[in-house]
C-alpha cells in the first residue's frame, strides 16, 4: 500500500443554495507520496508541467456528495506536480466544486447547518 499525505484548504465558498441544498466552494487539494520508481540523482526537486500527470500514477480521490466539479485552467490547468530525488511526489490543483448539503429549515432562521466536504480514495 502507498501512503499519502493530504491537505485541504478552502480558498472560498463560492455559494449556499437553500434551494437546492447544496453550497459551492473553491478549494485546493495537496497530496504527497512517494514513488520509488521517480527517484533521480540530485539535490533539487523537479517541477512537471501539469499536462504530464496523465504519465504518473496519481491517487483516484474523489469528492463525496458532489454534484459537479472542474478544474482551473486559466491559463493553463492549475496543477502542480513537483518530484524530490527520493522519489517524494507532491500533486496539488486547485478545484471548485459544488456539494449537496441536507439543511433542516424547520427553525428558520434560528436554524443551524453543518454541511461537510469529505474526500475519500477508490482501492484499485
Known amino acids: 500500500p502507498v501512503s499519502i499525505g493530504m491537505s485541504l484548504d478552502i480558498a472560498s465558498i463560492d455559494t449556499i443554495s437553500e434551494i437546492n441544498m447544496d453550497y459551492t466552494a473553491t478549494i ?49 490547468e492549475n496543477r502542480l506536480i513537483r518530484i524530490y530525488p527520493n522519489g517524494t511526489v507532491l500533486y496539488a490543483l486547485r478545484i471548485t466544486t459544488t456539494v449537496s448539503c441536507s439543511m433542516d429549515l424547520t427553525k428558520y432562521p434560528m436554524d443551524k447547518q453543518t454541511c461537510t466536504l469529505q474526500l475519500e480514495s477508490c482501492k484499485t
Open 28 to 76: 485546493f487539494l495537496r497530496q504527497r507520496w512517494t514513488d520509488e520508481r521517480l527517484c533521480f540523482d540530485g539535490n533539487k526537486s523537479l517541477s512537471l508541467d501539469g499536462r504530464l500527470v496523465e504519465m504518473l500514477w496519481v491517487p483516484d480521490t474523489f469528492i463525496v456528495d458532489s454534484k459537479k466539479s472542474f478544474l482551473h485552467d486559466v491559463t493553463v
